[in-house]
């Protein structure tokens, strides 16, 4: 048996873009997905027809990889469509890398893309509530992170501006990311008086509804190479999902993200200190609190503490450099953004909110009610 | 008659192991499942235990009393029904027998609710011979 070290830094992602980000959109779902494999793509200096691996997902499609085929008009030798929620194409990293590493293929395209706010206003979902909730009302997700939210609080003493701290911090670095779709100012106190949704989460804990999609191109070490681009190393990845339901959630403060975030940082031979940016889907305030403790950047409990001491420009450890699904956008599963913006800020090229000397990043996605997770580490090539 | 047109809570499918919670809950009576290969007591409703996976699952009386584990209060929804409900509590509540369930605390005002306040169960009759276990401060 391999082991998974073995698999560290032999896949560069030597590709990425969004399309489509915005509120309203004139294009499908599957068309914005293909723009995005397309732009990601070029990016890297290849073409559709060098494509031999496909993953993808969204809320839209029965068999998404399958359609985004039939969009790019290829045929590919692998294809996944695994859907773990938010975190999926987060987890579509570690599959890929396994593909390629094994030979089943060479480039690899993984993909997303949602026009939720053009066609439904509101998040547009395929997840189902057990028979055994659904008559008491929880609004899904929302319900579950306000959940998760309260008993933190009450376990952690992690407080109310904490957790506006962290959509402040968001706002802070969407100010300085031209993409951003929400760019104004907000202060802690904008936050807390923002309309409660469902006690104790404000609107201005919740993420944007958004369209929008993305993609990225994962190769060979060699083959980067001869690209002639500044190529960025898949260094470890990790996935575990601990429940489907809220249910079924054995801890309402603890994630699988434990078990995600070791075998990525296993895989990689590093630890939580030689990471220089994080990015953590924030679908919700507390999932950056949630992050930054299971991930092990600071001890369980400590998260807010650490809010306290900053993650927003200037601050020892940058986290969600775009201004996240908070500001920035939200197409109903944030993972690709994570993606995209951790090989972005590897390769210098943020402008505003370029972090010096960033060498390492870390993405983490969440999906459903902190059921799906998985955690990638990338390292730029020196 | 206005109450025919009233929108009706959305009711639990039955066509799964968990027919005998809800119709249990008709007698005022509320049950959990329990494995008899292992004796542990499990939410949600499986044909096979989840700990073990023995086929052999019973269902036990439970007190009906419990603490809140964690809750929300919903202050908007979509819903027909709950949208004339709101602002209504959700909660999860770890009962006496060892389980953590999904319910509504009614009967309470909603800014006495905290984690960790002692609760006792309802059932909301729902035709169909079936009823709703609901939660209010014990």
């Known amino acids: ?196 949704v469902s006690d104790p989460l404000r609107k201005l804990d919740i993420c944007l509804v958004t369209d929008g999609g993305g993609a990225i191109v994962l190769t060979t070490r060699d083959r980067a190479r001869r690209s002639g681009k500044r190529a960025v190393s898949v260094l470890g990845t990790g996935e575990s999902h601990s429940h489907c339901y809220m249910s079924n959630m054995r801890s309402y403060t603890e994630t699988a993200g434990v078990q995600s975030g070791r075998a990525a940082f296993e895989m990689a031979g590093l630890g939580p200190k030689d990471v220089d940016v994080v990015q953590i889907y924030d679908a919700f305030t507390i999932m950056v609190v949630l992050g930054l403790e299971d991930l092990g950047f600071c001890a369980k409990g400590e998260g807010g503490a650490m809010i306290d001491e900053g993650i927003g420009p200037g601050s020892r450890l940058p986290v969600n450099t775009t201004g996240g699904g908070l500001r920035y956008c939200h197409p109903g599963m944030f993972g690709i953004f994570l993606l995209v913006e951790a090989v972005r800020q590897l390769r210098g090229e943020c402008g505003e909110r370029q972090v010096a000397d960033a060498r390492t990043a870390l993405a983490h996605g969440f999906g459903g009610v902190l059921a799906g997770n998985a955690t990638v580490i990338l390292g730029r090539d020196r | 008659m206005p109450s025919e047109r009233a929108p009706e809570r959305p009711l639990p499918e039955t066509r799964n192991a968990g027919a005998t919670f809800w119709s249990k809950a008709a007698e005022s009576v509320l049950v959990v499942p329990k494995c008899t290969e292992c004796g542990r007591t499990f939410w949600y409703p499986r044909p096979r235990c989840p700990n073990c996976g023995s086929e052999h699952v019973d269902w036990v009386h439970a007190s009906g009393k419990g603490a809140v584990h964690t809750f929300t209060i919903v202050r908007q929804s979509a819903d027909p029904y709950f949208r004339t409900k709101v602002p209504y509590a959700v909660a999860m509540i770890d009962l006496d027998e060892g389980v953590r369930i999904m319910t509504n605390v009614v009967d309470t005002p909603l800014e006495a609710l905290m984690v960790g306040m002692r609760v006792e169960v309802l059932f909301e009759p729902a035709g169909g011979g079936i009823a709703i276990p609901l939660f209010r401060r014990a």
């Not at chain 1, 496909?54 to 029965?62: E, K, S």
């Not at chain 1, 969009?71 to 030798?77: C, T, V």
């Not at chain 1, 008491?136 to 003493?157: C, D, K, N, W």
């Not at chain 1, 506006?164 to 802070?172: G, I, L, P, Q």
Request: aromatic share 6%; net charge negative.
């Open chain 1, 1 to 196: 048996m391999t082991s998974a070290g073995a698999l560290s830094a032999q896949v560069a992602v030597v590709g990425a873009a969004t399309a489509g980000i915005g509120w309203e959109s004139r294009q499908n779902v599957a068309e914005i997905m293909a723009e995005a494999a397309h732009r990601a793509l070029a990016d890297a200096g290849l073409s559709v027809r060098d494509v031999d691996g496909l993953f993808a997902v969204t809320p839209y499609y029965w068999m998404p990889s399958v359609t985004l085929a039939d969009q790019l008009g290829i045929q590919p030798k692998v294809t996944d469509s695994t859907n773990i929620g938010g975190a999926s194409v987060v987890a579509h990293v570690g599959h890929a890398v396994r593909a390629i590493v094994s030979g089943q293929c060479e480039v690899a395209v993984i993909a997303y893309a949602s026009t939720q706010r053009t066609d439904a206003g509101r998040l547009v979902t395929g997840a189902d509530l057990l028979p055994y909730e659904r008559p008491y009302g929880p609004l899904f997700p929302i319900s579950g992170y306000a959940m998760v939210t309260q008993r933190h609080m009450h376990e952690y003493g992690t407080t109310r501006e904490q957790l506006a701290k962290v959509t402040v911090a968001a706002s802070e670095w969407a100010s300085l990311n031209p993409e951003a779709l929400k760019r104004g100012p907000l202060a802690v106190a904008d936050v807390v008086a923002s309309p409660l």
